[in-house]
């Protein structure tokens, strides 16, 4: 790949990494205001917590579906906005993140690299001379530090070439900047994690509408989550996952009552339709005449005690679990049965099981 060339130019065009969050935004904004043509770009990695709602949680009759924050604020900024996903390539970064992770399972250094050389090839196939993203100095503990924004540039291959224009004036200059494309006394220089300079920018432009400026927006980071995705990694000694993966793991009470096989419970009328489209391959579990969940079994099913030991789990969450008995149809390997037992009582549920 080549870069720009040095000559002067009238129409720059800038390609920017749009998340649909208060700084993002704000960064495209800011070179909008210097003339400059933007377009931006969004990565689906499958870990968006919108892309995941979206899935699961279908809206009231009459309702509006859920907004997507980036298809939202190109909209909003008037832009063209590009959307790709790269969750096949992003395996990788997830199971084996050179970096390694944050809290929980995030790889936000790996995951930043990523996407940053992404968005550089892009620019120079479509023609854009340079990138620029949303960050801010010392807003994210792993990935926006003074000593991780020389190795993003490095290690994604954009050396110059990357514009944090929220953030630029305590940066060394850019190429934009020193070629005269970008008028650096007009980027700003916030730090830190406070959001009230962007929020102010945000009045000054009169951008109202946008996501909480501390929001998150990657389940990599939910604790809760990458629990359920390590007991995943460990039940099948390896770091693999599907996209079918990725979606189950929000869905639902998860349970492992035995190491060799999970149950996922819904836990209200949306959990249990969006389930319903994960049945091939597994047990399906569900009440007969009263209200229950569904109840999709995965693992080594091959056993009637524990397919009998997941019903009654499952009837424990249903209507009847007051009941002496309670009735259930369950799907197996193409067959269909009608059984009855005694939901498991609380005490006989331990804290370990839930996943």
């Avoid at 629990?227 to 693999?240: F, G, S, T, V």
């Avoid at 492992?256 to 999970?262: A, E, L, T, V």
């Avoid at 693992?299 to 009998?308: A, H, I, K, M, Q």
């Amino acid at each position: 790949m080549t870069n720009p060339s040095p000559a002067i130019e009238t129409n720059i065009r800038a390609l920017g990494l749009l998340s649909g969050g208060l700084d993002s935004t704000l960064a495209a904004r800011l070179l909008m205001e210097q003339g400059i043509e933007v377009a931006c770009v969004n990565f689906h990695t499958g870990f968006c917590i919108q892309s995941h709602t979206g899935a699961i949680r279908n809206p009231k009759v009459g309702a509006s579906p859920p907004r997507h924050d980036a298809l939202h604020a190109a909209k909003t900024l008037g832009v063209k906005l590009h959307m790709v996903d790269i969750s096949s390539d992003y395996v990788r970064i997830v199971t084996n993140p050179k970096h390694g992770y944050g809290k929980n399972l995030n790889p936000c250094l790996d995951c930043k690299i990523f996407m940053v050389a992404k968005a550089w090839e892009m620019a120079q196939k479509l023609g854009y001379h340079f990138i620029f993203s949303g960050e801010v100095l010392g807003q994210r503990p792993m990935s926006q530090r003074r000593d991780t924004f020389p190795v993003i540039d490095r290690e994604a291959g954009v050396k110059g070439w990357l514009l944090r224009p929220l953030t630029a004036l305590r940066m060394p200059e850019t190429e934009p900047e020193r070629r005269g494309w970008v008028d650096r006394n007009r980027l700003e220089g916030f730090s830190g994690r406070g959001r009230k300079p962007q929020m102010a920018l945000a009045k000054k432009f009169a951008l109202k509408d946008y996501p909480s400026p501390a929001g998150g927006c990657c389940f990599l980071t939910d604790e809760n989550y990458t629990r359920k995705l390590r007991d995943l990694w460990a039940y099948r000694d390896n770091r693999d996952y599907s996209m079918d993966d990725i979606l189950l793991l929000k869905a639902g009470r998860h349970i492992r009552p035995r190491p060799h096989f999970k149950l996922m419970i819904g836990r209200d009328q949306a959990e249990n339709q969006f389930l319903s489209g994960f049945r091939k391959g597994r047990v399906v579990i569900q009440t007969v005449n009263l209200a229950g969940p569904l109840t999709l079994m995965e693992g080594d099913t091959s056993s009637p005690e524990d397919r009998l030991l997941a019903c009654r789990i499952a009837a424990r969450y249903s209507k009847g679990k007051d009941m002496d008995k309670v009735q259930l149809k369950v799907e197996h390997a193409g067959v269909s049965e009608i059984v009855e037992v005694s939901p498991l009582p609380a005490h006989e549920l331990p804290d370990h099981w839930h996943v």
